[in-house]
């Protein structure tokens, strides 16, 4: 009869699995605490912000619940940094404050925040005119700086032409020229 008893090899190996495996567990456990700890501190970021924001624009919670379209438990839950709202919530919220969508998102983690210069500053500053006017201008903008971006980079890359040499013998005609009878 054949023994089935593993080889003491064999045990050396399975020990090291469980090792790794409860060394691995471990690893997922702080993983999974940290990312909680980000959530909860990104909330809250968000939450005090959205206070400081409103109290800056000297609105009171049930005004700006009523004009985001959220209860007042919730905006307050969301300043407490015990919820953390959504983009949608979030674009209400910045109408309601009369601020940047942008501005929220960035702090929400939604977004990276862009560079900002003295366009995109008084862009999103501005009260009067709408988000989407905003975005509208601010998409404008960007399109602008990158077709100039482009064309440095291309002047930058191209070999100057020289200008074509003018082979004929009569002077260039003048303005003067060009307009008399």
Known sequence: MVSMTPKDDDQID??????????????????????????????????????SQREAAQVSMR?????????????SQIERGLRKPSAEVLTQIAKG????????????????????????????????ITERQKHVLMEIY?????????????AETTPPVSAPQDVSSEPPITHQ???HD
């Open 97 to 128: 404050l009369r601020m940047s969508s942008e501005a929220l998102y960035v702090r929400a983690g939604f977004l990276e925040e862009r560079p900002h210069g003295p366009v995109r500053d008084a862009l999103l500053g501005d009260t009067e």
């Open 63 to 75: 005004q700006l619940a009523t004009r985001a379209g959220v209860s007042n438990p919730y905006l």
């Open 142 to 154: 960007d399109s602008f700086r990158r077709e100039n971006e482009q064309t440095q980079n291309t």
């Open 14 to 51: 399975s020990q090291g699995i469980v090792a790794k495996v409860s060394e691995a567990t471990e690893v997922v456990a702080e993983a999974s605490d940290l990312v909680a700890s980000v959530v909860t501190t990104a909330a809250s970021d968000i939450g005090s912000y959205i206070r």
């Open 177 to 179: 020229e060009f307009f």
